[in-house]
């Protein structure tokens, strides 16, 4: 009997997933047969929709509605919990670290594969800012997103009870570092969220909130065009939103945020936002990189001069063939990533089965950003829209992305909740240390007959 064919599939996200998801369905009969096989390798057993991070972080979407299960979607993939250390591809040899691993203190364990597939994500892309690695808060993940909100409620109930005036003011001052769709949507739904919460606190009031958004270039929103661009900032600042344009964070040292135009912020909230960067495995693989450090690609996805081995979305640098101007690449953004592990999962089949691969072509449809409840802009097709009509475009075009007829219908329930009654305006901070009140009740009693000495 021949070993079967294993496809290793690094990265459970958007291509990862839909790779698999897309092989699982053209390779059915080698599967059934045993003359194939997928490996998915992820640090996570679910995949992360992240375009709806800020509106779990507002309450409108219950955090476990974000997430896809992959071992539910990938019923027919063998998936494995854990991360990809380094590749050798020139041996078809990956070191993979899991949690057996761990427990059992033997290192990594090196895993055979016969196609590759790279598509482990990006990370925050995080600049020596003095002070970052101790108070900054990032937005990638759902359980950061939660976590942000547990924090923003927590600092108005500090600020409530509190009688030191300082100390009120930096609690009620988030700032928000980064233009894009990441730092603008969190923070205009958490404003919003927070606007709603303050009328049940009867000494904090709305316009004692104070927002801050610091943008190192000279616009916001780059993918939905200038004039739109333009339009979110006249909307943020409308909510007195202090828009900081062509500012950088130079500090956040004892909380203190401190700006390049020499503003200094008092605030116990900095959320960075600021751009990302490829997975730092990429840098463990013998595969050739850009001087951005994504994987040179063919238009095809396949890693250049690396036979077997295939990359796309955020650590891929694909070239984009209905691009104008020679040389240009597909932006790495969740359009493409979907998209290209299409193409990516059918020229996998198509090579074990010896027949031609095809090009990735797809010409950007444009973009959709949300600014809070009943707000957004857009710019799809040419077509420019803002206010009502582009959050709910915003809201159309993700449930149609979201993965799963599960997910769509209670993320559609959820919307039509959330419309008909109250927000939910409750921390639960709590979650992010389960065992700390049964600490303290497993905690011997203090002797009443012990005295601190003098």
Same mark, same amino acid.
């Given at each position: 009997m021949t070993e079967p064919a294993r496809i290793l599939v690094v990265g459970g996200g958007y291509v990862g997933m839909y790779t698999a998801l897309r092989l699982q369905r053209q390779l059915r009969a080698e599967l059934r047969a045993g003359a194939a096989e997928i490996v998915v390798v992820t640090?996570?057993?679910?995949?992360?929709?992240?375009?709806?991070?800020?509106? $779990? /972080?507002?309450? %409108?979407? %219950?955090?476990? *509605?974000?997430? @896809?299960?992959?071992?539910?979607?990938?019923d027919r993939c063998r998936i494995v919990i854990g991360e990809v250390r380094s590749v050798d591809h020139a041996k078809r040899t990956a070191s993979l670290a899991t949690l057996a691993t761990a427990e059992e203190g033997t290192g990594t364990v090196d895993l055979t594969y016969d196609e590759l597939v790279i598509a482990p994500g990006s990370v925050s892309r995080t600049l020596?800012?003095?002070?970052?690695?101790? *108070?900054?808060?990032?937005?990638?993940?759902?359980?950061?997103?939660?976590?942000?909100?547990? *924090?923003?409620?927590?600092?108005?109930d500090i600020a409530s009870s509190t009688?030191?005036?300082?100390?009120? #003011?930096? &609690?009620?001052?988030?700032?928000?570092?980064?233009?894009?769709? /990441?730092? @603008?949507? $969190?923070?205009?739904?958490?404003? #919003?969220?927070a606007r709603y919460t303050a009328r049940y606190y009867h000494n904090i009031k709305p316009e004692d909130l104070r927002w801050v958004l610091v943008e190192a270039s000279d616009r916001i929103l780059p993918e939905v065009g200038e004039e739109m661009g333009r339009y979110a900032i006249r909307e943020l600042r409308g909510r007195n939103v202090d828009v900081r344009l062509e500012t950088r964070l130079e500090s956040c040292e004892d909380r203190v945020a401190v700006l390049s135009d020499g503003t200094r912020l008092p605030t116990r909230t900095v959320v960075w936002t600021a751009g990302v960067r490829p997975a730092p495995v990429l840098a463990a693989t013998d595969l050739p990189r850009n001087e951005r450090g994504r994987l040179r690609c063919t238009a095809q996805l396949a890693v250049v001069g690396a036979a077997h081995a295939w990359a796309a979305g =955020?650590? &891929?640098? @694909?070239?984009?063939?209905?691009?104008?101007?020679?040389?240009?690449?597909? $932006?790495?953004?969740?359009?493409?990533?979907?998209?290209?592990?299409?193409?990516l999962a059918e020229n996998i089949a198509a090579s074990l089965r010896g027949r031609p691969l095809k090009e990735y072509a797809h010409a950007y449809a444009g973009s959709v950003a949300s600014l809070g409840l009943h707000k957004g802009v857009a710019h799809v097709y040419g077509r420019k829209l803002k206010g009502y009509p582009a959050w709910l475009m915003h809201r159309a075009y993700h449930l149609s992305r979201v993965p799963t007829?599960?997910?769509?219908?209670?993320?559609? $329930?959820?919307?039509?909740? %959330?419309?008909?009654?109250?927000?939910?305006?409750?921390?639960?901070?709590?979650?992010? *240390?389960?065992?700390?009140?049964?600490?303290?009740?497993?905690?011997?009693?203090? =002797?009443?007959?012990?005295?601190?000495? %003098?």
């Open positions: 640090p996570e057993p679910y995949m992360t929709y992240q375009p709806f991070l800020p509106e $779990a /972080a507002a309450g %409108s979407i %219950s955090p476990r *509605h974000v997430v @896809v299960p992959l071992r539910r979607v990938l020596p800012v003095p002070g970052l690695l101790d *108070h900054g808060i990032g937005f990638k993940t759902v359980e950061e997103a939660i976590g942000l909100r547990n *924090h923003v409620i927590e600092q108005m009688r030191d005036p300082g100390l009120r #003011d930096a &609690a009620l001052t988030f700032v928000f570092v980064g233009g894009g769709y /990441a730092g @603008v949507e $969190a923070l205009a739904e958490l404003e #919003d969220m =955020d650590a &891929a640098a @694909v070239p984009d063939v209905t691009a104008e101007e020679p040389g240009a690449e597909c $932006a790495p953004n969740a359009q493409h990533a979907v998209r290209q592990a299409k193409v007829f599960n997910r769509k219908a209670r993320v559609l $329930a959820e919307w039509t909740l %959330s419309g008909l009654f109250k927000r939910e305006i409750v921390s639960l901070g709590s979650l992010e *240390h389960p065992r700390a009140e049964f600490e303290l009740a497993a905690a011997p009693p203090p =002797d009443p007959g012990h005295k601190p000495s %003098s």
